[in-house]
């Protein structure tokens, strides 16, 4: 190795940020002092990456400014301690040597005894590799020690609701857990992710990262059944350790573990909350499938105006020329004219809810009639429409979808189908099951309301009478009354009440 006296740079990195690991870094950066001390030559600068994996130059700052010192010509030479904390990644490794190389800088690896300029690349390149494949073979190391982890329980470092107070055990963090009941309460009175999450940044509340609330934070605690008392980890795996990418695990591979003293909320409230998202995602503009269609409640008619023709929600619209006059209309009439749907009709705002209220009135001004007329309307669905074996149907659809994904397994295991045609199988089974638990859900929801008709009845009556006495009325205050009101091109408005859908009568 050369020893003549230069200007030469060290680089130094730790791949993770533990202690001791920086510990490790300090030791580094003091042996690259007394090796430039000991051979006459000056250090220039010393770079040091710290937490930060050597396969991918993505996050390594001071590496690309290494690099980036090197084309100013800082430099004549780089030295570091071994191959694999320049490099795990051989790609990345030969890159960086050949540009050095190039602008007549020398790597030299103190451990191997090995200078870029003086050994063959292909020699270098076997180093290299050998280095990937230490981090490979880590890397499937740790792969493993995780899935036994996970199927121990493992929780995650912070979860929103709990204090992890080791690798195995959460305790609730009752502060927190306020706000997840508050979550799941107000989901499920009607108000969509974008508007709970509005409230709680009202509230002054904050997620586990002290930051403010966002929708799909919302739905994330919606839709975790760790809530009700079921963990369910091993979702997630890194697909390739060079590029650190994570890929989604099929439904087999989840590891479950039932914990009912970490339940916040109720398994029931939880299965109904999983019905109400998966009603939303296919019941809110149902037509065409348009980009960004969602379930709102920020105006006062949102998404309950539907379009007879095409199945889409009614828009809000306002003109101002004295007065400012707000109307709806139907969303893909308005975007695409009469091209995709012909239905003109336009909905004054203030005179449709002068309408409900009249409607309303009108219903309940004889209580035991009307009571009495939607029993028997009950009474004769019912008679038509038998659904009895629907449990049955739905336990038969089940073991008929966990049959196929069985199937599917076996065509992977003998190499019939690729992977990626295996998730998507399993992707598309795993709706249908997810759509089959919310119409069970449904179907039991059903069956308690009509067993109980009369109770239910006077429920619906009591929450047409608080809706009346309102002054100032919201889309939630809308949605504990109507189910939706739907509009044809002629201009017939047909309201559908909240409790009244649920007997299958309008």
């Known amino acids: 190795m050369a020893q003549c006296v230069m200007n030469i740079a060290a680089y130094c990195r730790v791949s993770t940020d533990k202690d001791e690991q920086l510990d490790s870094l300090e030791n580094q950066k003091r042996f690259f002092t007394e090796y430039a001390q000991k051979n006459g030559h000056h250090l220039v600068r010393l770079y040091a990456d710290e937490g930060i994996s050597g396969t991918s130059l993505k996050k390594r700052g001071e590496f690309r400014r290494l690099m980036g010192d090197a084309r100013l010509g800082l430099f004549q030479a780089v030295v570091v301690k071994d191959i694999s904390r320049f490099a795990r990644n051989t790609v990345d490794f030969l890159q960086s040597i050949r540009e050095l190389k190039a602008l007549g800088i020398n790597t030299m690896f ?71 009941r508050e979550i799941f309460r107000l989901y499920l009175e009607g108000l969509g992710c974008r508007a709970i999450s509005l409230r709680l940044n009202e509230a002054n509340c904050k997620t586990k990262y002290l930051c ?153 001004q004889d209580k035991d009639h009307f009571i009495s007329y939607i029993l028997a309307k009950l009474e004769h669905n019912a008679s038509r429409q038998p659904g009895q074996d629907k449990p049955v149907r739905i336990g038969r659809r089940r073991k008929e979808l966990l049959a196929k994904k069985e199937k599917y397994q076996e065509l992977y295991a003998n190499d019939l189908i690729s992977i990626t045609e295996l998730k998507k199988k399993f992707s598309m089974i795993s709706r249908e099951l997810q759509q089959l638990d919310a119409d069970q859900t449904q179907y039991e929801h059903l ?60």
């Open 212 to 364: 403010d609330w966002n929708s799909r934070a919302v739905r994330r605690v919606l839709t975790n059944p760790i809530y009700c008392g079921h963990y369910v980890n091993h979702k997630y795996e890194i697909e390739d350790y060079l590029t650190g990418r994570q890929v989604l695990l099929p439904d087999k591979d989840h590891f479950h573990h039932d914990r009912p003293d970490w339940a916040i909320v109720s398994p029931e409230q939880f299965a109904q909350a999983q019905a109400q998202l998966a009603e939303r995602r296919t019941r809110y503009d149902s037509g065409q499938t348009v980009q960004g269609a969602r379930f709102s409640t920020k105006h006062l008619f949102s998404t309950l105006i539907k379009c007879e023709h095409c199945g889409r929600s009614f828009c809000r619209k306002h003109y101002t020329y004295v007065n400012t006059r707000v109307y709806w209309k139907c969303t893909t009439n308005d975007q695409y004219t009469a091209q995709r749907c012909g239905n003109t009709v336009k909905l004054e705002e203030e005179e449709l809810l002068d309408a409900l209220r009249r409607y309303f009135s009108s219903l309940i």
């Open 447 to 506: 069956l308690a309301i009509r067993q109980d008709a009369d109770c239910f009845m006077q429920q619906c009556i009591q929450e047409i009478e608080r809706f009346l006495h309102l002054e100032t009325v919201t889309n939630v205050d809308l949605r504990k009354v109507i189910d939706h009101i739907s509009v044809n091109q002629d201009g017939a408005v047909r309201i559908y009440i909240k409790k009244l859908d649920d007997f299958g009568t309008d």
């Open 110 to 180: 103190i451990t191997a005894n090995m200078e870029s300029l003086g050994e063959s690349e292909f020699v270098l390149t076997i180093f290299g590799a050998m280095a990937q494949e230490e981090s490979a073979n880590l890397s499937k190391r740790v792969k493993f020690g995780k899935k036994i982890n996970a199927q121990k329980g493992r929780v995650p470092q912070r979860i929103f609701g709990y204090d992890r107070m080791d690798n195995f055990t959460l305790a609730i963090n009752e502060q927190e857990a306020r706000t997840v």
